[in-house]
């Protein structure tokens, strides 16, 4: 039917609105293959966001891929089964977004560029404080990174998980995959940069294995210092892995058993401002890894360790230290022979380990606490981490399939 023939004399020959697909008689996708559709859907390996863990219900899967391309695959299963497809709908039934690395965004600084009117007048004076003390943060670091040579001032922190194996291949996206971690201490005046490196057969990402990190650190400049020292940290405000009791527990055991260091200072950055110098470390390695993908797929922890080691191109390389399961030291055990009050002051207050900027430990403890002279730090781990089922399986699959290179069936097999 031509323009012409659409008008509709009543309307003042007004054309008539068009109403292709405006109809009821769609064709409908059959529920066995809508079944098929949401099982694929579910296989995709899911994975939480490094800085919005806590924050958000949302699962994440690897951002490598497009939703076209998850398309393609799906289709292309179905093609190798000889089984009829359907249209793939992902956002609509399932809260799943593509990750991919990207800065720290602030929730207060959100909050108040995203309001209006007086809800954004209701939002100044908190916002106008957040942005001093984000300044302040910043210009005490600066102050500190001046100090004389008697104060070690570092920063540290926990690189974004590094999947194993890693690379352009279509097998790879649907397994769980092998996590690989770097926990990294910045030394802020010598720009010295200590990787501390394992995977998830030997160690977690919790408090244990940063307190140890940490701990070993502060044993190796105990150990260099030719005089009383003082150290102060500087770190994010996660108060599952470093700013909790375990953490302060570690501070106060490392004073008495360091003799060389006076004190230990740990100040937290403002949360959504926690950019620091530890940050270039962390680009640096992964930019490395990126490059090495264009040429060859990882498919070791091991190659991971030797790319960190070679991140750096102009003066002193990452120092690299490969940690196992008996690296890691038990500090939730210890903690309440250390101490059992972490919530109140001197005043009977409670605090709010949230609420908290600055802890710092002093060499007067010492006096208090000499039963910790000898005490003896215990073993997180009397053994290796066995992972999933689940995903073993899918990793020795693709070994099976040689996708995965026969040369590494051992390590595999022995997760």
Known sequence: MTAFEKRIPSLNNVVAVDGRGKHANHAKIPDIIKFEIREHIQSIPTMDSHYCRSNTNKLYIDGSKTLTDLHKDYVKLCQTEHKTYGNYVFNNEFNIAFYSPKKDRCDTCEAFMNATGDEKQRLRVEYDTHLIEKDLSRAEKEQDKLKGSSVVVAVYDLQATMPCPRGDVSNFYYISKLNVLNFTITDLKTRDVYCNVWHEGHGNRGVNEIASCVWNYLNQIDTKAERSIDVIFYSDNCCGQQKNRYMISMYILAICKFRNISSITHKFLIKGHTQNEGDNCHSLVERKIKKSLRSSAIYSPAQYFTLI????????????????????????????????NFSKN???????????????????????????????????????????????????????????????????QNL
């Open 309 to 340: 080691r070679t991140a750096k191109s102009n003066g002193k390389p990452f120092a690299v230290n490969e940690l196992t399961y008996d690296s890691f030291y038990d500090f939730k055990e210890v903690s309440p022979k250390i101490g059992k």
């Open 346 to 412: 001197i005043q009977n207050e409670t605090v709010k380990m949230n609420d908290i900027r600055q802890i710092k430990v002093s060499g007067s403890t010492r006096s208090t606490q000499h039963d910790l002279m000898t005490l003896n730090l215990p073993a997180a781990y009397s053994e290796r981490i066995k992972i999933s089922s689940k995903k073993k399986q899918g990793l020795m699959k693709l070994v099976e399939k040689n996708i995965i290179p026969k040369y590494y069936e051992d390590f595999y």
